[in-house]
């Protein structure tokens, strides 16, 4: 087990090293970084300085190292957009974004388990066939068009729930944070929902397919033949022989949902690390793109990685097949 | 035999293929008493396993009970609602599973799943409920039973895995457990082990069982009565010694000559010649005619009812039984 | 895969008899099939005729905002309404349809064209290459189409500067939706070159001096029809989609162009305030077209293979 671990940790570090690389090219040959930092009126000694701090008198593979140096040691560059240090942009909207992704989660977790439960067990039945309609939609429908169909129904019709930003923030010195406010929770519902509906349809998609599977199988029959509760049967005995594909499937959609929350935070106006990612694309904000694209990489290797090493605790069996 | 445990009278079991309506079971009747073990034999696709699945409301659709009455020490099990047929699975009638090695969900612990059972079943905490599983692993004979509880079936070779299951069937102390050829998917050298388990159990427990096998040794060794199931019907019931010794279908004498099993006294195989029918295509009047020496165009037209011999001690199902086992 | 009447014979009566009876048993995929053929019709035809609602000179900013026809103050010239420019929706429906039929079509080729030429290479060359190319893809599924496509967006208007015309736009609209499609293709025909690459008749051409590679192509070629063709239009609702996206984020097209994305952004602009038809309509004929393609798609991949289930 340790071995198989160890070898997939240096796989991962190996990944993340080439992508930081391409990352690195990207800011390195794309753009100028002079021209984009320098002022108009500044000397040619203001130049030379700008030269010599960022490096660009130096061969390619040192400036390489101290690139890939700087980001561990959490120096991300500077945008060129805003002329702030990167990462100081980024771990100011990273609250907001990582708030979107845990409500969506804790919204799939909601919805997900207990719809796929009903469609896995009564397949046949006229709810499970309107809530397979209805996940063919989730997965089908551009996320900015929920987005657009959610505001249109719950802001613009209903007046229910605002369509935009985050509403009152609580600064807890780290972190700031939307859910300790009235404002904030309400503005956090409409852009969780528009972000979850993928995941939702999904994971509805993948318990509904591996609960009917399980039904059929020995282990199923011979717990209803003790008389156990169906609620027992479906929810532990059944529910737990179908975590593994589950969550490996939504380990490997990360960069999907990733994607999907640049397009949701647009549509809402949402202040996080996908409208920063947006505008940056826009502005050609070399620097801050790459950092993107070498963070979720980063990010689908780590969390693929857990979701790998923690197969053991999800299936008992997985340890001895490994070994 | 209104003193019996369970009474099944004229069981049907029939599924939908299409257009066509199959019967699978066709008039099964038997009973059970107290204390009893009764063997239930018969080729593969004889109904022997729709037989017991049927009485507990087992059944996998399209399968499906259409008919007879199951009666459970006076209690109508076939009239019983959904909720209340699944308080007497496990906690009246048991069951043990045919395969240990996928009949045990392989993501629980052998502990959690016999504290489930009980828990289920018997008003006890969930403390009393673990000593009690420790105790049915030990006397299902397994080594170290504390620890047992917190492995995983992976963790168990097939023979304490089947152990495991006859612990699971018997551990909310039901009055009868059905053991769906609890030893055929095990080694033969642990065959002999696990029936002996079973045989022990049944004499501290004083449970009942319906011992389903196609193995007529397994049945001379363990059953005081056997009902011989053909093509969905039986063929004969009685005291075992009596049919084993002197059958009076020529099915049961059939399937002794093919058989070699100790304490059978054969010597050599003598298979019976054809095949059983599938279910699309059981001839009419009685299904064994086509296969039987004796058959007459009596056994060919009608079907020959269940009757009793020898003062009701055992039933056949035949116009010209046999006369000494011959 | 057999059904595929060879184009040299004259089509046999039975045809249109035995298309009617594969009709009757998948009514579903028939339906998005003809739904996904009138629109790409329309989307091709309409432009043919009508004037360009995107040119300035034949709308008049007089007609903006009219509802449609069934409403009041609707007009019968503009069955579907006008938006913000007094443009008439139903002919910038079609033109926008259009724009993203082509962008998506062209993306698809592009995938197939970069996946099928690393996929042969992988297959052939073998070794470190092969190895190469397929630890780049695995390392590719990392990143979605979509996102991929925003990141080469994001890069292109580095390297090109914002100052962009309108075809610079769509070609790396195209290139961006297209590149990120590349490992599916690899991959499939990747394996059936390992399969074939080993067979006699390549030993035997190897000897005769022709070309392996040809002969290898010419082999494989009806191996991967199926999945190819299966991937291709799972693919097309993808694409479609992703420009959709793209040009809503006002990262793809831009808004001088009309595409489904970038009509839709446009009318999103006036949904607070009650017109909503201007992007209600472009939504529907995503999702009406979309929804089909996909359909079309899943029914494809069950008849071909049923084991591609679930991939993909």
């Not at chain 1, 002079?34 to 030269?51: E, G, N």
């Not at chain 1, 040691?73 to 708030?99: C, M, N, W």
């Not at chain 2, 020496?293 to 001690?313: F, I």
Request: one cysteine or more; hydrophobic letters at 50%; charged letters at 15%.
């Amino acid at each position: 087990m340790l071995a198989y671990a160890s070898g997939r940790l240096v796989q991962t570090v190996l990944v993340l090293v080439i992508i930081s690389f391409i990352g690195f090219l990207l800011v390195s040959n794309l753009g100028d970084p002079l021209a984009s930092l320098l002022t108009a009126d500044s000397t040619a000694a203001d130049r030379a300085a700008m030269i010599k701090a960022l490096h660009l008198d130096e061969p390619i593979t040192t400036r390489f190292l101290s690139f890939f140096g700087g980001l561990l040691q959490g120096d991300f560059g500077i945008s060129y957009r805003s002329h702030e240090p990167v990462a100081k942009l980024i771990a100011e909207r990273l609250p907001a974004t990582v708030e979107l992704a845990l409500a969506s989660l804790f919204i799939t977790l909601l919805v997900a388990v207990p719809a796929g439960v009903h469609c896995g067990v009564h397949p046949r039945s006229a709810l499970a066939k309107a809530i397979m309609f209805g996940s063919i939609a989730g997965v089908t429908l551009p996320n900015f068009v929920v987005g657009i169909a959610l505001i249109g129904i719950f802001s613009v019709k209903l007046g229910w729930l605002p369509s935009f930003g985050r509403g009152q923030v609580v600064d807890l010195g780290f972190w700031r944070t939307g859910l300790l406010t009235a404002s904030g929770l309400k503005a956090i519902i409409l852009p969780a929902i528009a972000l979850s509906t993928f995941q939702v349809a999904l994971v509805i998609r993948l318990i509904r397919t591996q609960l009917m599977e399980v039904g059929l199988s020995d282990h199923v029959r011979f717990a209803r033949a003790r008389g156990l509760t169906d609620n027992r049967i479906w929810y532990v005995y059944a529910l737990r022989n179908t975590l593994l594909p589950v969550v490996t499937m939504l380990g490997l959609q990360l960069g999907n949902i990733i994607a999907f929350s640049v397009v949701t935070e647009n549509v809402f106006a949402w202040p996080g690390l996908g409208s920063l990612f947006l505008q940056s694309i826009q502005a050609a904000d070399m620097p801050v793109i790459s950092i993107y694209l070498i963070l979720i990489g980063a990010m689908f290797m780590v969390i693929n990685l857990f979701v790998e090493l923690s197969y053991p605790l999800i299936d008992p069996r997985v340890l001895r097949r490994k070994a | 035999m209104s003193a019996a445990l369970l009474e099944v009278r004229d069981l049907r079991v029939e599924l939908k293929r299409g257009k066509q309506q199959l019967t699978a079971l066709d008039g099964i009747s038997f009973a059970i008493a107290p204390g009893e073990v009764l063997g239930v034999v018969g080729e593969s696709g004889a109904g022997k396993s729709l037989t017991g699945a049927a009485i507990i409301d087992l059944l996998v659709p399209p399968l499906k009970r259409t008919g007879g009455e199951i009666v459970l020490s006076g209690r109508h099990l076939d009239a019983l609602s959904r909720e209340d047929m699944r308080k007497v699975r496990g906690r009246r009638i048991g069951f043990i599973a045919q395969d240990p090695m996928t009949s045990l969900n392989p993501v629980l612990t052998i502990g959690q799943q016999l504290v489930d059972t009980i828990v289920t079943h018997l008003p006890v905490s969930k403390e009393e409920a673990r000593q009690r599983a420790v105790r049915w692993i030990a006397r299902v004979g397994l080594s170290d039973p504390a620890r047992r509880l917190d492995q995983y079936p992976h963790q168990l070779s097939g023979g304490m895995r089947q152990r495991v299951v006859i612990a699971l069937a018997l551990c909310a102390e039901p009055e009868l457990v059905i053991a769906d050829e609890p030893t055929t998917a095990l080694d033969v050298s642990v065959q002999a082990h696990v029936l002996q388990v079973l045989r022990d159990l049944h004499e501290e427990t004083g449970v009942a069982v319906m011992l389903i096998t196609h193995d007529l040794g397994v049945i001379a060794k363990m059953a005081d009565r056997v009902a011989v199931l053909y093509a969905g019907r039986v063929a004969e019931i009685g005291p075992t010694s009596e049919v084993l010794r002197t059958p009076r279908h020529p099915y049961t004498s059939g399937l002794m000559r093919a058989t070699v099993a100790p304490g059978l006294d054969r010597k050599a195989l003598d298979p019976i010649p054809g095949s059983m029918p599938n279910l699309s295509s059981i001839p009419p009047g009685c299904a064994f005619n086509p296969r039987c020496a004796r058959a007459t165009a009596e056994c060919r037209s009608q079907r020959p009812p269940l009757v009793d011999y020898r003062d009701g001690a055992g039933k056949h199902a035949c116009f010209h039984p046999l006369e000494d086992g011959r | 895969m057999s059904a595929v009447p060879s184009p040299a014979t004259p089509a046999r009566p039975s045809a249109v008899l035995r298309l009617f009876e594969a009709a009757k048993g998948a009514p579903g995929p028939t339906l998005a099939a003809i739904v996904g053929i009138l629109l790409a019709a329309f989307a091709f035809i309409v432009p043919l005729f009508a004037p360009d609602p995107f040119n300035l000179a034949s709308t008049s900013v007089m007609d903006a905002f009219t509802p449609p026809m069934w409403m009041a103050d609707g007009s019968k010239v503009f069955p579907l309404g006008t938006d913000d420019q007094g443009r008439n929706m139903l002919t910038a429906l079609a033109f926008g349809l259009r724009t993203s039929l082509i962008v998506g079509l062209a993306s698809v080729a592009i995938g197939l064209l970069v996946g099928g030429a690393l996929g042969l290479t992988a297959g052939f060359a073998g070794g470190w290459v092969d190895s190469l190319i397929m630890r780049v893809a695995d390392v590719q599924l990392a990143y979605p189409a979509l996102l991929l496509a925003m990141i080469i967006d994001g890069a292109a208007r580095s390297a090109l500067g914002q100052q962009r015309d309108v075809k610079t736009a769509i070609a790396i609209v195209i290139i961006s939706i297209g590149v990120a499609f590349w490992v599916q293709y690899a991959r499939t025909i990747r394996s059936s070159v390992l399969v074939e690459r080993d067979q006699d008749y390549v030993a035997a051409a190897r000897v005769t001096g022709r070309s392996a590679l040809g002969i290898v192509v010419l082999h494989i070629l009806p191996n991967v029809m199926a999945p190819v063709l299966v991937i291709a239009t799972i693919n097309l609702g993808v694409a479609i989609i992703t420009e959709a996206t793209l040009s809503f984020l006002g990262i793809g097209i831009p808004l001088t162009q009309p595409s489904l994305g970038t009509l839709i952004r446009n009318g999103n602009n006036f949904l607070q305030s009650g017109e909503w038809w201007i992007a209600v309509w472009p939504c529907a004929l995503l999702i009406a077209f979309v929804v089909s393609v996909n359909v079309l798609g899943d029914h494809l991949r069950d008849v071909f293979n049923p084991r591609l289930r679930g991939r993909s």
